[in-house]
């Protein structure tokens, strides 16, 4: 499923992959509307059908992650409304021990994520999850997101890797495929990046796998 041997580094989603995509959904889904609707007088169903497909509509691209395009769009504090439920950021399960391992074999684990620096900052605090790895990467920084072929080129600059040897992970197949055509010579999927979802279906041409103990024995095996 993965090369271990012939990696030097990994890149790391954090949403969906390190951390749970309950809080994100969470947010977007409920608790954003429920504010809104408290803002703006309005029913909560009023407030869903408002906000929601405004929010689908950016599917893709920088705006959809962007903390300060949504707030000046909806006239509210995204990020202050994030900190309201941000006791329910936490870790998927088994990743302590696969930033662990990953350290433990020498390699270099970059998170390379598309969350705006501000709720970025408030993950980063809530879990500790930067003294876990060797750098944090934001797609803001560039100006583009991830799903953009012209974020690896940039992301080169920024964080130096050979694409030969380096493994991407993430939840989002368009961010693993836009990471493939762009030279990375190995992507893995996470299926069920949200505790409280379902899984989604596997990519007929990216291997899959739902929580990192199905790699990790493979991961500390690669030095014998």
Known sequence: MVDWQSLDTVFLDMDGT????????????????????????????????????????????????????????????????????????????????FLSAIRSQGLRSVIVTNCHPD?????????GLADRVDAVVSSHEFGKPKEDRGFWKDLAVREPYHPAATLMVD?????LESARDAGIAQCLAILAPDSQRPPNERHPDIPSIHHFDEVTAALLARAS
């Open 18 to 97: 390190l951390l749970d995509l309950h809080f994100d959904n969470h947010f977007w889904l409920e608790h954003l509307p429920k504010r809104y609707a408290e803002f703006n007088r309005l029913s909560h169903q009023e407030a869903y059908d408002r906000v929601v497909p405004m929010i689908m509509a950016e599917r893709g691209s920088l705006n959809w992650y962007c903390t300060d395009y949504w707030s000046e769009r909806l006239a509210v504090d995204v990020t202050g409304l994030k900190a309201e439920v941000g006791d329910r950021i936490g870790y998927r399960p088994h990743v302590i021990e």
């Open 119 to 127: 709720p970025l900052d408030l993950k980063l605090e809530r879990t």
């Open 171 to 175: 939840d989002s197949f368009p961010v």
